[in-house]
């Protein structure tokens, strides 16, 4: 289940005659995580279908198991996790490694606050060197103690509270992973658990709330929102139908878009209107985009999106988008590479400490594909030639499956092709996607270079 310490060094060739055809990307990572942890947290036997099977996810399956759920899995996608209900999540007998995911880290520290055990959180080199306070600090005011290495990062110690207090807090950021590990820490808190975010940031934590039976409030407030949670709900098994993910349906996507010849539709993709910054985006960049067939499942909506090749020109994108595409710059920053003129991205700061630091690796891996690019302050920008990049490097994943993407679909519309020094980490968010890319291609357009050694 683990992932695989070796490397995976991955070439793109331009396809023969472009990318085509009607594609389903694996399910929703966000919306995934949450299906286990409020399944666990239920009475009964919550139904998952296409539950996204990377290794992201997988960790929060093992460490709901740790803590007492019955998970289980009856086939592709398919899970039934049977819960135990709020406050009844049981003391883990082992570490518990979240491996690269942020979000199951961040998460089920959440979780844990509010449940009177002792358990230690760790996982990769990234995971490990990224900010872990962010949220320990709010969850500490409800009573829960951490200790973790300077810093406050992983391996962290966590003893929860037997009691908790309800919190009341407002995020400095927007932060959909800090929203959540509040609300989840209310669960067990006896009173309301209040959260004000400054700008709205995926609202899947509550969509599930309320469809496992808690009630919640949100309230407009500027250009943020109000979270109110009643405590101490019981919280009841319900399916929970997973949407294709926006953020990997991006790669195909934005491939479409920059690969001559190409025409592809990407089915059953979710449309929460706080996860589509990056369709508006490509949209504002001239993109032939089109959804046809919206519709609800599960709660979400959902619709088949279309890309066409064709001319893009450079786009001015300001800070109030990223909370509705923060993971989506660096294959954005892949399309601008080919649009026409300058692309300037302002207010990037959170994307230094997701698995990389992704303005850093984004602009490493243009410029080792012969794009100009420029970094000032939070903002990056990007020279677009409104051709074909150069490319023909090597583009460094620095443990980060979004770059390792973002580069090889560059290499798809490159002049030379693209090389990443390790695709592994791909299957921490989209496992299969080399093979989606080449049924697309109709050929073997991204290509697994010869594995280095195991040390
Ligand atoms: O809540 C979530 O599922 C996520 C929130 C975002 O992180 P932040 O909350 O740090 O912005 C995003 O980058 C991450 O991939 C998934
Ligand atoms: C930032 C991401 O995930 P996480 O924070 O869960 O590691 C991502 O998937 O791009």
Redesign the pocket.
Known sequence: MGHDTNSRPLRAFRPPQGLTGRLRVAGD??IS??ALMFGALAVGRTEITGLLEGEDVLRTAAAMRALGATVERLGEGHWIVAGRGVGGLTEPADVLDMGNS??AA??ICGLLAGHPIFAVLTGDASLRSRPMR?VTEPLAASGARFSGRAGGRLPLAVEGAAEPMPLDYTLP????????AVLLAGLCARGVTRVVEPQA??D??ENMLRHFGATVRVTPQGEGRVIELDGQPELVAAPVVVPGDP?SAAFPLVAALIVPGSAVTVEGVGLNPLRTGLFATLRNMGADLSVANERTEGGEPVGDLTARFGPLRAADVPPERV?SM??EYPVLAVAAACAAGTSRFRGLA?LR??ESDRVAATAALLQASGVRVEIEGDDLLVHGAGAPPPGGGTVVTRMDHRIAMSALVLGLAAERPVAVDDGSFIDTSFPGFAELINRAAGADVLRRLNAAPTP
Not at 173 to 180: C, E, H, L, N, P
Request: charged share 30%.
């Open positions: 990572k966000s995580h949450r942020g979000t961040r998460l962010r950021i927007a932060s959909a992973q800090v929203k959540s940031s995926r899947h934590t953020s909370p923060v993971d959170e400490v997701k």
